[in-house]
């Protein structure tokens, strides 16, 4: 009978421990049925997270037919460790599943670490009501570890596109302000260019001519208007015909006349003007006005000839 | 200032005639060299002693010793080497047991025209010797001092291609040569003709056309060409130009040159200036008498630097240059 006693004492004493853990087991879980048409998903999008970004945790309620058909109850924040809310949403869609409506309301939660490390989402309990039957349900989320890790750096784009605008920009005014200046430029020249254009160069050098020597001088040099006939000469070949400029001899002038095929009639013109020139002004022979005024005549033809086309210093070649 | 230009043609017209017979007779034994021929007689007219650059065998002896010919002159060739004795050029005293009495044995500078071969194998006492006699025009033997002849034409060899063992001329005697002549090879048709006729039995020589006193004359002469003060100042120009090469326009060269031409060049460009007229047979300068003979005056006297040793650039394109860009008057 003592025996019988002790084990009935000793088999009430177990289950009344086992009836407390049980119950304690779930302490705040409100006393509710447990079925459900709805099928819960909690989760976050990156497991992984640095310390300067954010994690998303997303709780996903989905059931089917109309999206009224069940009422979810507003519940509270989760409780986080390591973690804080930085923003919160929520989404209702309805899409379609082989034919059958499925309505899903969606809530998501910016998390923000605090500290390197792990950090965790605590369960949460999401009671809704069944419109059809006005039965409550509850449902519950797993505790679901974000492992928080070193910061990583931050490109600040915005600083390098605005610095890469404003150099753009700088670079951009200076190709314009350069295309301004050389098409300024380039007009000037065009315009001194159409200026030259009108005064032909055989004009140039008659005006020249009739600039240096005036015949009409009683005090006229001889031997210096021949210098002057001998450059104005071979500075028109140079600029006219290309030909070797004022550093050149005349006999390296001739040379050049007969390679370049110039006329026989042009060649022995320039020849006889240059040899003669060359004898006044290095043989220190007295010259005349009548000589100057030949030679001024002689120069003249040649401008006015190759002005109004009636010599033709190339030929045909 | 007004010359009588027709009397100085005239008189240039009558004095240069014998260029022609030297230029035929020396054209009988030597192929080509048209360029050492007509430098030699500007040495020759404007006494002015020249130095030849070129590798053995281009008939640099063969050209003086027919020109030597057909002047009726008196030529000697020392060959330069290390062992030789200024006296060996100049001549010495001697002893003479006969008489008792010292006589003077004169050396082969005595002669009218010179040519040391290969004046740059001798050591500097050597050269010396002979540069001070070409300088002087005379040398002093003991006690005793001696007018050289009249003419009297140096002419020095170098070779440019063996450096080794040799003793090369101071610049400061450099300069006393008129022309540095830097002679090439002939052509293909010169090079076929000089090895017929230098096979044949019997070479040709020259004859002696023209006599030393129509020399002296013709360097009279030489004197009279007249040079215009343009062509004057052109040469100045040039002169100039290889010393301040910044104000000819020349920017470019005046770090490759380290000293320009000295004066004796503008009395050298000038004499040998008129010297190419008288062979022209004109009685005044002309700029192409200058450019034709201002590379030869030159090319020896501008010193290049070693930023242009560097670059490989030679005096004497710095010299081409520089003749290139002066304007002529």
Redesign the interface.
């Known amino acids: 009978m003592h025996e019988l006693m002790k084990a009935l004492t000793t088999g009430l004493i177990i289950g009344v421990f086992c009836a407390l853990a049980l119950n304690g087991q779930i302490p705040d879980r409100p006393n509710l049925p447990q079925q459900s048409g709805i099928e819960l998903k909690a989760f976050v999008r990156q497991n992984l997270v640095p310390q300067n970004r954010t994690a998303e945790f997303v709780i996903q309620l989905s059931w089917a037919g109309r999206l009224d058909r069940y009422d979810i109850h507003a519940f509270d924040n989760p409780i986080l460790q390591n973690l804080e809310i930085s923003g919160s949403g929520s989404a209702n869609r309805v899409s379609s599943e082989a034919g059958v409506p499925t309505a899903i309301r969606e809530y998501t939660f910016q998390l923000k670490p605090q500290a390197i490390g792990m950090g965790y989402i605590e369960p949460l309990i999401i009671l809704y009501t069944d419109n059809e039957t006005q039965i409550q349900y509850p449902l519950s989320t797993s505790r679901l570890s974000i492992q928080v890790i070193d910061a990583i750096r931050e490109r600040h784009w915005g600083k390098i596109m605005a610095w890469s605008a404003g150099f753009l920009g700088v670079a951009a005014l200076l190709v314009l302000a350069v295309w301004m200046m050389n098409r300024k430029r380039a007009l000037a020249l065009q315009k001194e260019q159409e200026i030259e254009a009108v005064v032909p160069i055989e004009e140039q050098y008659l005006a020249e001519l009739k600039r240096a020597i005036d015949l009409n001088d009683p005090s006229l040099d001889g031997n210096h208007a021949f210098l002057i006939i001998s450059k104005l000469l071979r500075r028109f070949l140079h600029e006219k015909f290309a030909a070797p400029g004022l550093e050149a001899t005349s006999s390296e002038l001739f040379q050049y006349l007969y390679e370049h095929k110039f006329e026989d009639v042009f060649i022995n013109n320039v020849r006889d003007m240059l040899t003669m020139a060359d004898l006044i002004k290095f043989s220190g022979k007295s010259v005349d006005r009548n000589d100057v005024s030949l030679m001024v005549t002689r120069l003249e033809s040649i401008f006015h000839n190759c002005l109004h086309g009636a010599l033709n210093p190339l030929g045909n070649r | 200032?007004?010359?009588d230009?027709h009397a100085i043609n005239a008189k240039i017209e009558k004095e240069s005639e014998f260029i022609d017979k030297i230029t035929t007779e020396v054209g009988k034994v030597i192929v080509g060299q048209k360029y050492m021929i007509e430098r030699l007689l500007i040495g020759l007219l404007s006494d002015g002693h020249i130095l030849l650059e070129g590798v053995p065998g281009l008939a640099k002896t063969m050209a003086v010793k027919t020109l030597s010919a057909t002047i009726k002159t008196q030529f000697q060739r020392i060959q330069f080497t290390p062992d030789l004795l200024p006296a060996d050029i100049v001549g010495t005293v001697i002893y003479e047991q006969k008489s008792g009495s010292f006589s003077v044995k004169k050396g082969p500078i005595f002669s009218n025209l010179i040519l040391s071969d290969e004046i740059n194998r001798s050591p500097a006492k050597v050269q010396s010797a002979l540069l001070e006699a070409m300088q002087e025009r005379q040398v002093t033997i003991g006690e005793q001092t001696f007018k050289l002849p009249d003419p009297f034409l140096v002419l020095a060899t170098q070779n440019p291609i063996e450096q080794e063992g040799t003793y090369p001329l101071p610049e400061a005697q450099v300069d006393r040569f008129m022309l540095k002549l830097s002679i090439g090879y002939p052509n293909r048709e010169e090079e076929l003709e000089i090895m017929r006729r230098m096979t044949r039995l019997q070479t040709p020589v020259a004859q002696a056309v023209v006599s030393p006193e129509d020399i002296l004359r013709a360097k009279k002469a030489v004197h009279e060409v007249?040079i215009?003060p343009?062509?004057e100042n052109y040469i100045v120009d040039i002169v100039f130009a290889t010393r301040k090469p910044k104000e000819y326009g020349l920017d470019d060269l005046s770090e490759l040159i380290a000293y320009g031409a000295s004066p004796r060049a503008s009395i050298n460009l000038s004499m040998a200036a008129r010297a190419h007229a008288f062979l022209r047979r004109r009685?005044?300068?002309?700029?192409?008498d200058v450019?034709s003979i201002g590379l030869d005056v030159l090319r020896h006297r501008v010193i290049v630097t070693y930023e242009a040793e560097a670059e490989e650039i030679t005096a004497e394109e710095v010299v081409r240059k520089i003749i290139?860009?002066?304007?002529?008057?």
Not at chain 2, 283 to 288: K, L, N, Q, R, Y
Not at chain 2, 324 to 329: A, C, D, G, R
């Open positions: 200032m007004t010359v230009i007249y215009d343009k062509i009685g005044f300068v002309t700029p192409e450019r290139n860009k002066i304007e002529v008057p």
